[in-house]
């Protein structure tokens, strides 16, 4: 795997307060798997030091749903491992979980 395939793209991330958008950085600044991330007019490129590990994706998956980023970027971190449960959060539809 490339290092460009060790990155995920975040376009248009909406801040709902100053406070938020603050989160959002910070939350960044402390995920030990996220190496950098760079602005290119309205997308944010965040680049990972490694594959991310088990507990990695857990905290990946919960950061994208928060910021509503596309959670399909995930699926080249598909591997034997989490294959029993990865496909199944990245194609998870938070409207269809309401209607439940």
Not at 39 to 44: A, E, S
């Amino acid at each position: 795997m490339t290092d460009g395939d060790l990155q995920i793209i975040a376009p248009n991330v909406r801040y709902w307060h100053p406070s938020d958008e603050r989160a959002f950085f910070e939350w960044l600044d402390r995920m030990p798997c996220v190496r950098d991330y760079h602005g290119v007019v309205r997308d944010l490129f965040i680049n990972f030091r490694r594959f991310p590990t088990h507990d990695d994706l857990w905290e990946i998956i919960g950061f994208c749903r928060r910021y509503e980023i596309d959670l399909a970027q995930l699926a080249k971190f598909v591997t034997d491992e989490n294959s029993r449960w990865l496909p199944d959060e990245i194609s998870w539809d938070p409207s269809q979980a309401a209607e439940s």
